[in-house]
């Protein structure tokens, strides 16, 4: 009785971890297309490859609701040479002071990762603060697990 029960219950778990890996790979290849979408009409289809790499570690580190790219990329401004790329994150945990900024480059573009809690972004829109407004009135999702 015991050995069936075990074998339902590995059979359930392997199920329910298909599904998460299928999803996970989904949102994934939807985060590609979105990347390619955005960085082939400004010409930049060299930062594909690395911003999605650093996205996906990005994604598996921090366990997003939401990724966003705003600012001159999101809105096909992008300047190589003069813009960076600015990404925002949202999460559903508070972020401590020390760890809500992240500043690297790929290629020889700066990146800018805002790391923000969903509690937090829905104070800052509340108090009309300019980079999360235009975030979410201009940004891409390129990655949403709600």
Same mark, same amino acid.
């Given at each position: @009785? ?12 392997? @199920? @329910? ?5 299928? =999803? ?10 979105? &990347? ?15 911003? $999605?790499?650093?996205?996906?570690? &990005? ?13 001159? &990329? ?26 809500? *900024?992240?500043?690297? =480059? &790929? ?9 923000? =809690?969903?509690?937090?972004? $829905? ?6 603060? $300019? *980079? ?11 990655? =949403?697990? $709600?």
């Amino acid at each position: @009785m015991h050995g069936q029960l075990y074998l339902h219950i590995n059979i359930i778990v392997k @199920m @329910m971890l298909k599904r998460h890996w299928e =999803s996970q790979q989904r949102l994934l290849n939807l985060l590609k297309e979105r &990347l390619r979408e955005i960085l082939s009409s400004i010409n930049a289809q060299d930062l594909i490859e690395p911003l $999605e790499s650093f996205l996906e570690k &990005l994604i598996a580190e921090f366990k997003p609701l939401r990724v966003i790219i705003v600012g001159s &990329l999101a809105k096909r401004k992008f300047i190589r040479g003069l813009s960076d790329i600015d990404i925002l994150v949202v999460v559903n945990y508070e972020v401590p002071r020390d760890k809500r *900024f992240i500043l690297t =480059s &790929l290629r020889d573009v700066d990146v800018e990762i805002t790391i923000v =809690s969903r509690h937090e972004l $829905e104070k800052a829109l509340e108090e009309d603060r $300019e *980079f999360y407004v235009d975030a979410i009135k201009y940004g891409v999702t390129v990655f =949403s697990s $709600e």
